[in-house]
């Protein structure tokens, strides 16, 4: 089926460890984003892609790191992970076109010890 | 600047019983609106939107939303709730300041009572 791809689904790193999550599409969508989701604080957008070949910040873009790879992939990096860091990560796309809604992936759930 | 206001972070309901989950928003422009909903461990989905057109929007699972302009609200509906139905609901809003982003409410979640 058609959707957005996230991997992995769970994941239990040390502090100060790295790893990347890794987003595919297969929607030809222009758009891609990066949400964590912490109990109480609904979504917040830690980077986004509005086309392949550009990336901006979100709300809460600090310690981590986006590749927009291809049209595709869009990885979001954690270069020396935190606690705090400890949440769920869903990844969505969108064709960026008025009216159309994003797709979502099923979130990868990180617990930094 | 836009901004979702969703007034109830829980709404617990009896099963079988109607339920109004309540949404707000903040923009000077025509926007289009969205509710999304999350069951439990998984994404969230899209339940229905507003684009234009008539204000009562039909979604999946028997949901309904009316579009409120003067009141900038946008609540969603269901006349007889099922457990299958308990899950996190999310209204969100895109115009042409947002670049057509979405922005998000922070969430309800409906407690269904048996």
């Known amino acids: 089926n058609a959707g957005v791809t996230q991997t992995p689904k769970f994941q239990v790193l040390k502090t100060g460890q790295s790893m990347t999550l890794q987003c595919a599409q297969d929607?030809?969508?222009?758009?891609m984003y990066w949400y964590r989701q912490d109990p109480g604080m609904g979504l917040r957008l830690i980077y986004y892609?509005?086309?392949?070949?550009?990336?901006d910040k979100g709300e809460v873009p600090n310690g981590y790191n986006v590749s927009r790879l291809n049209k595709r992939e869009f990885s979001l990096r954690l270069e020396s992970a935190a606690p705090s860091q400890t949440s769920v990560y869903f990844c969505?796309?969108?064709?960026?076109?008025?009216?159309?809604?994003?797709?979502f992936g099923s979130g990868t759930r990180l617990t930094v010890v | 600047a836009q901004s979702v206001t969703q007034l109830d972070s829980q709404v617990p309901v009896f099963e079988e019983a109607p339920v109004e989950l309540r949404c707000n928003y903040s923009?000077?422009?025509?926007?289009?609106l969205f509710w999304y909903v999350q069951y439990p461990n998984q994404g969230l989905q899209l339940l229905l939107k507003?684009?234009?057109?008539s204000t009562l929007v039909k979604g999946i699972n028997g949901f309904e939303a009316e579009f409120n302009k003067s009141q900038t609200s946008f609540h969603l509906r269901k006349p007889s709730v099922h457990i299958s139905d308990t899950a996190e609901y999310f209204c969100?809003?895109?115009?042409?300041?947002?670049?057509?982003?979405?922005?998000w409410g922070a969430g309800t979640k409906l407690i269904i009572k048996p």
């Open positions: 969505a796309s969108s064709p960026q076109v008025p009216g159309d809604g994003y797709t």
């Open positions: 929607m030809n969508h222009n758009s």
């Open positions: 892609s509005a086309s392949e070949g550009t990336t």
């Open positions: 923009s000077s422009v025509s926007v289009y």
């Open positions: 507003y684009l234009s057109g």
């Open positions: 969100a809003v895109s115009d042409v300041d947002s670049n057509y982003q979405l922005i």
